[in-house]
């Protein structure tokens, strides 16, 4: 049997130089769509003491690849990717209403909007040729704003998801340098440390039927709620 993702030929030469700037820039802290601004539950997770030290972090950034909602995004990024690449804008608008439904609390789901909103506005502007697809009515999630991207771009599907999740580790790692806090270098050995996590997580989403898409990410959801009690907060909630 075929599985269904891999339905749409994934591109395998060598990227060239022009792909391969393309990938770092999506993949940059520095592209403005706002991801310095959300920890996605580590301010609950770090003032309950759940996370402390970079063990705790490393271990809670492992199981969200391995079991929870990184790994469930970076499987639809796969299948908007694959929609829009076929021209199929029915199911890419599919992909994206099941994600948004999947959000438990409103702060992950506005989070994920506004990102989402901010890379298709920036997209917009440097592949102008993107916007006569998109329903400009819909609330777009970052995942599926990130393989529309990196399709209009000839991003190597593999590549793109490893960018993803590169890129959301590299976010929650920067926000538990504030919190915990941890120093610079500390931080960068940790991104070093997940690498075989990342890889795994790579093929593993690849080999997702549609079926098996789901996340045991409870943990997540209840940080996330917690955020509107904190006395303080570093971040957007």
Do not use: C
């Amino acid at each position: 049997m075929i599985r269904q993702i891999l339905t749409v030929p994934i591109i395998t030469k060598p990227m060239d130089k022009t792909v391969l700037l393309s990938l770092l820039q999506l993949a940059s802290p520095a592209l403005p769509v706002g991801a310095y601004s959300y920890s996605e539950g580590l301010e609950t997770l770090v003032e309950t003491g759940i996370i402390n030290n970079v063990a705790t972090l490393e271990h809670w950034l492992t199981q969200e690849l391995t079991h929870g909602v990184a790994r469930l995004e970076a499987a639809v990024m796969v299948r908007a990717y694959q929609s829009f690449a076929q021209g199929d804008v029915s199911k890419l608008t599919h992909w994206n209403q099941w994600l948004t439904a999947t959000k438990e609390t409103e702060e992950l789901r506005e989070q994920s909007w506004q990102m989402g909103g901010s890379l298709l506005l920036l997209l917009g502007e440097i592949s102008p040729e993107v916007k006569p697809h998109l329903k400009d009515q819909e609330s777009w999630n970052l995942a599926i704003a990130f393989g529309i991207a990196a399709a209009t771009w000839e991003i190597p599907l593999d590549s793109a998801i490893l960018a993803y999740l590169q890129s959301w580790a590299t976010n929650l790692i920067s926000a538990g340098l504030k919190l915990i806090p941890l120093g610079q270098t500390a931080g960068q050995q940790l991104l070093w440390s997940l690498r075989p996590s990342l890889v795994a997580a790579v093929e593993m989403v690849m080999n997702l039927e549609d079926e098996e898409l789901a996340t045991s990410g409870w943990g997540l959801a209840i940080a996330s709620m917690a955020h509107t009690h904190q006395y303080s907060r570093l971040f957007r909630s």
